[in-house]
């Protein structure tokens, strides 16, 4: 097999190589993109909003008012009230079945595929 | 000019053969297959050149989709549309690029080619929808395994072969 392949082989093989992985990253980035969000405050569904509108929202908690944005399809919690802040270093979030939880105040944001254009299967 | 209508009559029935077994042969995921068939166009554009490699994958398409019961379906269409790619991109390596690649090189080439091609007929005629192409490194990584499998094959028929037939005949 070696004395078969020539310089070029190797390059034609590298070069697919790195597209493969390339177009691996690339399709995954946005076959796993969330088109609808949740939050639930204390295991209630308050909100459920799509992702392509930008938003500003606040959330009462137990104890105290958790700020969230959404902007460029990523969500995440810019203000919380709780000590540790946990949530808001989390940071953004945009991948279906990504999750934010605050747990002292009680609140989860939860990213969904949405049932926007996804293929059931293909027969040929 | 007999001998050479002969051989390529042989070829053709050879990658019907190859087309049609190949469909029975199980695979992960129904798009992909070897390409066994491809070995011919490959041998024929190394023996003859351009025109011979177009007739005989033509005929071997039309024969082997007959055989298996897709004649002028979507599936000979997209085949049809992908062998032309392959044999066009496949022909130019090997005549401007033998001193660079090996005929691995080159059937990697043409598959990787033909997936392309396959990939954005199904788009621009049948579904236009963009999450067709994250099928793309599924269909690049097979045509890879393929590709080295074809070139290989090729390779070792071309060296068992080399008496009978002289290049450029």
């Known amino acids: 097999m070696k004395n078969i392949l020539k310089w070029g082989d190797y390059i034609i093989i590298g070069i697919v190589l790195i597209f493969i992985s390339l177009s691996f990253t690339i399709t995954r980035w946005i076959q796993d993109r969330g088109y609808i969000c949740t939050i639930s405050v204390n295991g209630e569904e308050v909100y459920r909003l799509s992702l392509n509108k930008d938003k500003d929202i606040g959330v009462q908690g137990p104890i105290g008012e958790t700020r969230i944005k959404i902007e460029n399809g990523s969500i995440w919690i810019t203000d919380a009230p709780c000590r540790e802040k946990i949530c808001q270093k989390m940071g953004k979030i945009n991948h279906t079945g990504e999750v934010i939880v605050c747990i002292p105040n009680k609140v989860i944001i939860q990213v969904e595929s949405g049932d926007e254009q996804t293929i059931d299967g293909i027969t040929m | ?169």
Not at chain 2, 27 to 42: C, Q
Not at chain 2, 89 to 117: D, H, N, P, Q, R
Request: net charge positive; charged share 10%; glycine share 8%.
């Open chain 2, 1 to 169: 000019m007999s001998t050479k209508l002969i051989q390529l009559t042989v070829i053709i029935s050879i990658g019907s053969i190859l087309f049609t077994l190949e469909s029975f042969i199980p695979t992960p995921l129904p798009w992909i297959k070897l390409g066994l068939a491809n070995v011919t166009t490959i041998l024929v554009l190394k023996w003859y050149g351009l025109k011979e490699a177009f007739i005989v994958a033509f005929m071997r398409i039309v024969i082997g989709s007959l055989l298996t019961g897709r004649f002028l379906n979507p599936v000979f269409i997209i085949s049809l549309s992908g062998n032309i790619s392959a044999v066009v991109i496949m022909y130019f390596t090997i005549v401007y690029g033998e001193k660079m690649f090996s005929l691995i090189g080159v059937s990697i080439l043409g598959a990787v080619f033909k997936s392309i091609t396959q990939l954005f007929i199904v788009y621009l005629i049948y579904l236009r929808q963009i999450y067709l192409f994250s099928m793309t490194p599924i269909f690049l990584f097979s045509a890879l395994v393929a590709g080295i499998f074809v070139g290989f094959s090729s390779h070792l028929i071309l060296n068992k072969l080399k008496p009978y037939f002289r290049s450029g005949s």
